[in-house]
Each structure stands twice: as structure tokens, then as C-alpha cells.
């Protein structure tokens, strides 16, 4: 069970986490690379 939430679980929370990042961060704050990007990016590793 613990190796399931290591492997699985916690990328998920952290790839789900830091794409809501991205949405939420407003354009002046956003760097180098379009906002959609960006969320394109976090979604297809």
C-alpha cells in the first residue's frame, strides 16, 4: 500500500497541485512561456 502511494498517488497530488498553480497564477507573474502553455506542459509530462 505505502509503495502504491509513493509510485502513484503523490505525483498525481503534485502534478494536480502545481497545474491549479499554473491556472491560478496571474499573467504579469507568468515567464518565458505562455500560460497555456505552461498548463499544457504540467499535464503531458
Known amino acids: 500500500m505505502v ?3 509513493v509510485q502513484w498517488l503523490i505525483p ?3 502534478a494536480i497541485f ?3 498553480d499554473c491556472l491560478l497564477t ?3 507573474y507568468v515567464r518565458l512561456l505562455p ?3 505552461w ?3 504540467i499535464a503531458v509530462p
Do not use: E
Request: proline content about 17%.
Open 3 to 5: 509503495r502504491f502511494v
Open 12 to 14: 498525481i497530488a503534485l
Open 18 to 20: 502545481a497545474w491549479v
Open 26 to 28: 496571474p499573467r504579469p
Open 35 to 37: 500560460k497555456p502553455l
Open 39 to 41: 498548463a499544457l506542459l
